[in-house]
Structures are given as C-alpha cells and as structure tokens.
C-alpha cells in the first residue's frame, strides 16, 4: 500500500492556477473526480488485457462527460474546441493509450464527422460515436503514403448505376495501415481516398465505411490485420483495412466541403481541388494541438516523477558533510531536470494560447483564412517542439531515477514508451517543420499545398531587414521590455527579459531571411531538388527558432496574467531559466551570428548553473504546478513502494 | 513469409572484415551457425513466456560453446577475456534480454567466481554456472545503494562460535534490488556486504549464498521479491533478495583478495581496506566493457534497419522529377543517419582496442596498477559514451522508420527498450564520466577510492600547457598527420585528420587544465562541497573530450590496419565525417575558445553537410558492414513483412 497521497503546498495550488489559466475549473473536475482506477494503467497487463482495460475506461469517461466537450451542443458537447484539448491533456497525465483511444475515436473518427460531414451525419453517427457503441477508425495513412496524404491511392468512386460509392484499395501499399480501433474494435471506418465522379477526379475526400458486424467478423471486401505488438501504446488496436471493391450509399460520403447530389453530380463551393483538400486538412487541426499537449502532460507527469524522487534520494557522502547528499543538490541533477521544469512552463502558457486561439478560428467559422493558416502553422511547430521535448524529457526522466525509474510500477516507462511515436503520428516532426518554415516564407498568405519549394521560393517576399515578425498578444509588453534592456550595458542585462526576446527575436529573423535567400537562390538552380533539398536544415532551423520566440511570449503573457505576487516573481525566475537555458542550446548559432562574444556565452552558463542552483529550494512546489494529481503517478496496486527507498 | 535473406555486397563483407578486426573468425561462427531462432525473440512474448524463452536460449548457447570464452581453460573456457566481449557483442545483435540474462550468469556471476574466487570455489561452482545448471546472482546494488557501492549496507559477519559466515540485511534499504535472476530463476548468489571478523571492519567482500531450493522457493531466512514488468529486458527477472541471518560455511566466501582462514582469521594480501575495494572491483572491469559494446551492437542493427528502409521507402515527389524520391535522397535524413553510421564506426574500432587492452591487463595479472587503472578509465568513459549514443541512435533510427518503426516485428522497438537501462547498469553514465575525469586529473596514479574530490583537487599536478596526453597505439602516426596538416593554410585543412586530431587534443587538453585549474580554487573553498559541485558539469565535458579524442585515434588506427585499397578509401571518409561531426557537435565549445572563427564553424557544418551527401551511395555497404546478420533483423514468425512496403 502507497503512502497518503501528500497535499499540495500553496505555492504549488497557485503555481497550478497560474498554469491552467483559462482551463483551470475544467483541470481541477478532473483532478477533483477522477481516480487512478480510471486512468491509470496497470502495468502488467498484456496486450489484450490492456486493449480491454482501455476500451472499458473511455467508456466511462465518456458516459462521465469528460471527453466529449468537443462536439456540439445539440449532442451533448460543450461545442468548445479549446476545452476538448485540455480534456485530452488531463486524460495524458493518466496513460497515453486511454488518450489516444480516445483520441481515435472522440477527436479522429467523431471529429471527421462533426468538422466534413452534415446534419444527417452528425444526427445519425454522432450519439453513438460519443458513447462510443460505434467504434470508428480516422483511416487516412496507408502502408505507401503517410507524410504524404494527398497521393494516397484508396479510391472512391461514384457508380451512377447503383448511386453508390465504391471504396477500394487498388494496390497492397493502398491499405490503411497504423489505424487505431482498425485491429480490433473498429465497426465503421472514416476513409479518406481520392474521389472520381464521372471521369473526374475530384481530390481527397471522406467516406464512412462500416468495416465489421456486430460479432466483430470483417464486412463482405473489408479485410482488416493487427499490427500486434507496437513500441508502446498497447492499449490501442494498430491495424490495418483494405477494401474490395466496397459500396456505400451516396449519404456516406462526408460531403461538408464537396460531395454527389442525388442527381449524380459532384458539387463543391471550393473550386480548386488543392484548397478543398487543405481546407478539409484544416478543420482537423485540434488533433495536432492535442497530440502536442498531450505529449506535454506525459513529460509532466515523467519531471513530477523525477523531482520528487532527486528530493528523496540520496546518494554519496559529501566531504566534510555527515549525511548523504540529496540527488537534487547535485549540479548534474539540477541541469538534467530544471532546465525541463521551466519548459514545462513554458510550453504549457504557449499551449495554453495555442488552445484559446483554435477556439478563435474556430467560432470565425472560416472567415479568416490568414488567421487559420497562422494557427496550423503554429500547431505543427508546436506539435513538432513538445513531442520532441517529451520524447528527451521522459527519457532524462527515466535515467534521473536510475534503476528505479526502469521498474514499471514506478510510473515513468509506460509514459516514455506510449509517447515515443507522438514524434510521427499527426504528422512527422521532421516534415512538420517544413511546413512552418514554408509559412513563415509566405506570410501564411498562400497553403502549404499551393506551391512545391520552387514555387514557395519565387514567392517569397523576403529580404534581409525586412522581416515583420508576426504580433502575438503580448506585443505591446513585450517592445517595452526590450526597450527597457536596450538602456542597460550588456554586462547587466543578462537577467532582462527584454535582452532575452531581442535574442529570440534575432535568431528567428535572421534565420528566416537567411532561408528565404538561399531558397531565391535555389530555384534559378538547374538541378531545383538538389537545390531546395540543400535548404532542409535551413528550414528546420528556422522553424524552431520561431517556436522559441512564440513560447518566450506566451510565458511573457503568462507571467502578466498572474495576479500573486509571490508566485509571478518565482514564475520570473522559471522565464529566466528557460530563456537562457534555451539561448545556450543554441549559443553555437550565437556566436557563429557575432550576436554576442564568447566571453558572453559563457556567462549565459554561469548564469544557467547559478538559476538552477537559486530554483532548486523551489523544486517540489514547482513540479506540483505542473499540475498531475499525486494520485494519479503510480497505479494503485504497484507492487512495490513506488521509487524505493 | 520474408523473402530470402540478402547477399552481403563484396564492399559489405570487406568493410565487415575490417570492422570485426582481430574477433572477424569468433563473429563469423556466429553469423554462420546462429540463426534468428536462437537468438531473435518473439515480439509477441508477455513477461513470463519471455522469462522462459531467454533461459532457455541462454542454455542453448551455453551449450554450443557461444558464450564460455571468458572462464579458465580448465572448465571448457578459452580463457580469453576479449573474446568474451566480442561473444556479448554478437549476441547483442539478437536480442539484448538474451545478452544480459547471459552476461548475469556467464559474466557477472560466473566472473565473480573467477576473478574473486580461488580454486575450491572454480572446481565446485564453474561447471554449473557454465551450463546454467545453477543460475546465479550478483548481488551488489541495494535498494538505498547503488552507485556508490561503498556504502552498501548487507553484512558479512564472521561466527567464531559456528565457523561461518552470517549474511544479514539490517535495514529495508539494504535489500539486493534489480538483480538478475533473483525474481524466479536464481539458485545461489554472489553477495557483496561489508565484512566483519572478530568486531574489525575489513570492507566489502563477496560471500556465495544459496537462495532457493530445487523446487525453487526461498531458502529459510532468504526474501526474494520480483520487480515486475520493466521499461525493458522483459527476458530478465530482476528482482530483490533480503537476507534475515544466512549462515554460509567458511569456505563460501571468494576468497582471492582476501578470506578468514581455517584458524579464524582474517588475512589479505592487500593492506588498505579502499585499495583491496578497488582491485576487486578492478576484476570485474569486463562486464563495463560488454554493456557499451552490446549497447553499440544495437545501435548497429538499428542503424541497419533504418537505412535499408531508407534506402527503399520513397515519399513526396520533388518537383521535376517524376518517381517519388527515398528518404535517403533528403539531406535532414542523411543528416539523421549517416553520421550515426560513421560513429558506429568509430566506437566499433575504439572497442576492438579496448578489448585487446583488456586481454593485456588480465595476462599482466595485476603487474601493472596504473594500465590497469587506465584501462578502467577508458572502460567507464566508453561505458557512458556508448551506452549514450546507443540510446539516441535507436530512437532516431525509430523515428526515421515512421509508424513502421514502431511496429515490434520490424525490430527496432525491442532493442531501443532494453538499451534503455545500459545508461544505468554497470555503472551510472555521469558517475562514470567523473570517474573518468578525477582518473585523467591524477594520471591514473590513485585508484577513485583514494580521495575525494578535495583530495583530488589537491593531489592533481596539472596546469595549463603542461597536460601530456597519454599515448594509443597510433602515436606515431598521429604525430605525422599533425605535422603535415599544420604545413597547410587553414582552409585546405577541412578534410586532413591531422587537422582533426589537433582540434579533438586541444578540447582535451583544454578541458583537462581547466577543470584541474578550478578544483584547485575549489578545494580552498570553505564550503568544498559547493565548490567542488561547481566543477561537475566541467568534469563531464572534460570526461567526453577525452574519450572522443581515443576514439578517433582508435579509428586512425583501425584504418591503418586496413589492407584493402578501396575499403581504406571509403573508411578516410567515414572517419572525416566522424570527426567532423563530433567538431560540429562541439562547435560552441571551439568558437568560445576561440580555437576557430564563426565562419570556420560554418563551414564544417557545410563539409559534413557535403560528406553526408558523398556517403549515402554507400549508405547500404556501410550499414552491411556493421556486422549484422540480415537474417536476425526481425522475429522468423514477424506478423507482418518488415518495415512494408
């Protein structure tokens, strides 16, 4: 038996409050209402214990109210997208597979039907993809085309004789492969293939196919596969579904944006097939933003973990000290851990605004077509960023613990492992990136689709000095706080926010214009893929530089929004910490840009040793604003005393 | 159903030759006679059907001769160490739970009867610890101590009155934990516990102790607990084992450095109690050198994997071209793989010599303390640095596979989890790497026991300009390379390893001084425990230059040894990318040591941006020639074609 759950200290309830902000009261229901027993799995179980456990528990959640905020109002949802990612953040403290099962079927499959189908599908399908009596497949990747959607080679094709659709896999790399609820659970699958009526090829679109009858058994031309055992994520049911020649009524199609009218005929408001299909891609941009947060949540669950245990442990006689000393008052300890308490924080502010700003395009309804491109530029940079920062961050985690952090019961394994493929799904890190560097070339002012990396280089407009980096909310704030550091001698402004942004802010323009040169020069090149491809680093670069700048905003706002005094001047120092730790990731880039001498750049690592020293008294209360219920960090019947001794 | 497994190309088995070195016939024999039944494990195994698989595999190779080289030659062994960790490395590249339930029984448990033992205990317990006949323990780390072993709390207490020995866990934290073989499989264990004769203290010794019986339950006053489901190795039943008044005759005790005679007493050829610590645990230097070499052998067929799917997996058309383009044509993903590639390289050639170095430790049988003690430095350094890069290769080697990479049949996702704990066991990676560095602060003249860090700080006789690094094998022709390079002008250097060596020693060097420079400051400080702590994070870098330094000069060497013409040709290059790479990777160190200007820094980057696109010709030689069977990439029964389409 575990020890009382410990309670919260003060700083660390409103550290969570400052944290949560707008999401606050949702956190806290889940916090309030929701046990280990409901979201914590238990390690032992084998796969298809787990994938039984999973399927059970959203269930419950979802009969409870807690996943369903997403949908509309005329079905039981709040018909708030910001609240349904802090939904899913709140579940990712508990197990990542009961998150993504979730996630398949509430945001994926649930949200495919509410974002490209209509009223009748929304009255028809929706009831029971909520209460989750039909267990529905996003079948959109196939075993030939992941990053690359559009050349996906499943068809739909109108047969006027029959007034039906016919799904169909023409060749073995056309099967749906990696779909949750496909090996499985699975009744009815949203398919994604390139529609033909008549002739006429009119893009992507979506079909609803149900896969298997009500004993499971695969549907006449559906045949589905397992993928098994999987890196993580035991819970969900990987497979795959290929279809024979498949009819569906013409209602099945999800025909929000294009669909066949009962006289035969294929009619859409969007003309060019290319803005139809990233138009579509669009409205399914909350998955991305949950995936990014929910990775986020595992990575807070992994520090709460470690933090905790480096204020327990102890390890080796100091000279001339009679105790052993505590993992945490080590050097190495603090710079493993607290450089990744503070980005906690500050992806979790920027999160935050991510959520708040998808709830904006998404009440505009389509009416700011700039706007909505800024937000999936920042959704796939953010995706792209915490993914990554939760994959290194658990693995730090795992290693902090040493060999009690490999014992399963101990809570970080499960975490690390479920989290290792949010890198991929959603949309591979790597490609991700590129996509946001190409936004950033283009002012958003066209998609991503509209043009391959020679167009995007001819088009963009810019040069170096004239780069207008795009406001975010905390604008304002922010030109007085660089203006406040511009005043000060360099040697003083080490610890000024403003000397920090002025740095962020360098770094993203300079990389930018840089790429936007280089790819005006790649594209008179003869040979214009040897060419573009020499720019990918270049993209990568730029992309998270941009990232940076966005998240030291949103903590910037963050920190204005807090009204505790005590908790806005530690927060400071936590801002501190990751806009250094952050400048000294990237001091190389630094002084190969003479941004500052290298007398300098060691100073921000001085400066980084001493603020991890200053924030180590305050690391228990910190990882407690991180905000994962103390229950909710070990199942309950872990066979040993968590992180022993 | 695979299809046949591929012909090696003639480059592939020429660069395998060269890479295998002096172990080429040992790893053949495996490559020839050991097939994916033997040693690749089902992905689909839950723990206990794993448990049982790994045992028996391991008595399997047992008895087929694969893995007993390292016992004497009385007992079938060759007595030859290094063969022994080539053994370990082949096994590796099948699957690590086999690897480590092997090295717990043959290395850890059967080493301890060697190397600590005497000839009673080599005639009574190594036949059976050969064929597993009795599985055993090596029960060092406790559940309050692991890193510092010094300080564990099991006792050993000499019984006059009874003429044994009492084997007592006093305190819950001094219950043996993560030990190998205790949760099911363990009949006998190597115990270390301080030992006590007649009220003196005489320091750590190892006792061998029986835990279970034949039926296998716990002997009286032995409590064995099973540590359960684990990040990974599920193969493996770690567990724990607590002792309430063991008696053990007299005779159970390894007695080889020490031991209570017939009269009662204690005698020991080894005066100082810390001195007779540290040669015992000298002894045991070969399970370090196996972990970093098994962890590498992962990271190789990770590697293996990841860039034949690169090679065959195309996505996205580029413009102008007609067919979609492989990964392996886009330069983030060159940049991802192949100076993993050329590291796999450089380690494989650094750990033939370290191999060979410690052959010639174990023939100079204790003759010589200080290359005995340089040897321990080198294999805690190569431990670390291994087992790091192993951990992060086989994570990018997962991501670099997408959604496929996450599918365990296609075999990637086990080795990542079971190489997760090597930055663990044997040793932690950043204890290991201060270990290191307080070893180069004293050139290697006191064992790590013999003084804290203040002591170091205040024997240490380094100061800046006067470091001599201590001499490889390839001095000489290092001297030469260095030479003919400093006759260059800067910018024809980019390419000439002499040019290399000397930036890779002046890190060194540099680092080295440095950190002997501020220890010294340190250990005047009143408060030596924060004054030594500062100087942590330097301790690391200086650990780290150092070993990037030997690794280099261990693959100039290996070149050199290299008769093949072409072979030689294509190696220059991947060891100009090795260690180029490693410059990029330190570039913000160089540039804050002024050692080159910011557009020097630029242009390595360029270089390696230029290499990287020279290799991925090779790419698919290059990963053949790592040495790993195409056959044992994935599971025979795989449920799906590796890594489709």
Redesign the interface.
């Known amino acids: 038996m575990h020890a009382k759950t410990p309670t919260t200290t003060p700083t660390g309830e409103a550290l969570r409050r400052s944290l949560d902000g707008p999401f606050h009261a949702l956190k806290q229901r889940w916090r309030d209402e929701v046990t280990a027993d409901d979201v914590v799995r238990d ?2 179980l ?2 298809e214990e787990a994938r039984d456990w999973t399927l059970a528990k959203v269930v419950e959640l979802a009969g409870r109210n807690f996943v369903t905020a997403g949908f509309p109002t005329e079905v039981g949802g709040s018909g708030n997208a910001a609240e349904s990612v802090a939904n899913f953040e709140m579940m990712a403290m508990g197990d990542l597979s009961l998150t993504i099962k979730s996630g398949v079927q509430h945001g994926l499959f649930g949200g495919a039907i509410v974002n490209l189908g209509t009223q009748w599908h929304h009255e028809t399908f929706l009831p029971s993809a909520i209460d989750v009596s039909l267990p529905g497949c996003f079948a959109m ?1 196939e ?6 959607v559009q ?1 996906i080679e499943t068809t739909i094709t109108w047969d006027a004789t029959t007034a039906e659709f016919v799904v169909d896999s023409p060749t ?2 056309a099967a749906k ?2 779909i949750g609820n496909a090996a499985r659970d699975g009744r009815m699958a949203a398919v994604f293939g390139q529609l033909w009526v008549d002739g006429a090829h009119q893009g992507v679109h979506v079909a609803l196919v149900p896969i298997r009858d009500e004993q499971g058994d695969d549907l006449p031309g559906v045949t589905t ?8 994520l035991l819970g969900v049911d990987n497979g795959t579904i290929a279809f024979d020649h498949v009819h569906v009524p013409r209602e099945m199609l999800l025909n929000r944006y294009g669909g066949v009218d009962a006289d035969g005929v294929y009619r859409s408001d969007i003309k060019s097939k290319n803005a139809r299909f990233f138009t579509m891609l669009g409205t399914l941009v909350r998955g991305r933003i949950c995936v990014g947060g929910g990775a986020a949540s595992a990575a807070r669950k992994g520090l709460t973990i470690a933090v905790d245990y480096a204020n327990r442990r102890r ?7 009679g105790e ?2 505590h993992l945490m ?5 603090q ?2 851990l607290l450089p990744e308490v503070a980005r906690a924080y500050a992806y979790g502010f920027a999160q935050n605004e991510l959520a708040l700003q998808l709830q904006r395009i998404t009440d505009a309804a389509g009416s700011d077509p700039i706007a909505a491109r800024e937000l999936e530029t920042r959704a796939a940079g953010m995706k792209a960023t915490l993914t990554r920062w939760a ?1 290194d961050t658990l ?1 730090t985690c ?2 902090a613990c ?2 009690a ?5 101990n809570g ?2 499960l975490a ?2 479920d989290a ?2 949010f ?3 959603e949309g ?3 490609v991700l990136l590129q996509l946001v560097a190409k936004a950033l070339l283009l002012d958003y002012k066209s998609t991503w689709g509209d043009m ?4 995007t280089a001819q088009k963009t407009a810019k040069l170096i000095g004239t780069t207008v980096l795009e406001r975010t909310t905390a604008r304002s704030v922010i030109e007085r706080l660089v203006a406040a550091a511009d005043l000060k001698p360099e040697a003083e402004r080490i610890r000024m926010r403003g000397w920090h942004v002025s740095l962020f802010e360098f770094r993203e323009q300079h990389t930018v214009e840089g790429l936007a040169q280089r790819m005006r020069a790649a594209a008179k090149e003869k040979d ?2 040897a060419a ?3 720019c ?2 270049h993209m ?1 670069e730029a992309a998270r530089a941009h990232i940076d700048r966005v998240v030291l905003e949103a903590f910037i706002e963050g920190i204005a929004e807090c009204d505790d005094d005590y908790v806005r001047a530690l927060l400071v120092k936590v801002c501190d910490l990751y806009a250094l730790a952050t400048i000294e990731a990237n ?2 880039w630094y ?4 941004a500052f001498e ?1 007398r300098r ?2 100073a921000v690592t001085a400066e980084v ?1 001493k603020l991890v020293g200053e924030l180590r008294g305050r690391s228990q209360e910190l990882v407690e604003g991180l905000g994962v219920p103390a229950g909710w960090l070990h199942h309950p019947t872990a ?2 005393p968590p992180l ?2």
Chains 1, 2 share one sequence.
């Not at 596969?225 to 993580?232: I, T």
């Not at 390890?315 to 000290?321: D, E, I, T, V, Y």
């Not at 952090?405 to 019961?409: A, I, N, P, T």
């Open positions: 390690t032992a084998g796969m990747t075993l030939g085309h992941g990053s690359d050349s073995p790399t492969a990696y596969g397992d993928h098994g055992h999987k890196g993580g390890q080796f006689r100091a000279p001339g000290l052993e000393v008052d080590y050097l190495t300890h710079r493993r994959n693995q795992r290693e040493g060999g952090g490999f014992m399963s019961d970080i394994t690390r492992q290792d493929i890198a991929t799904f591979d890190n790597t391959d990396l020679r167009g214009s893929f573009t491809n020499a990918q680093t990568l001091r190389a002084l190969e840009h003479e290298p750049s060691k040793d066979a040993v022993l001794p």
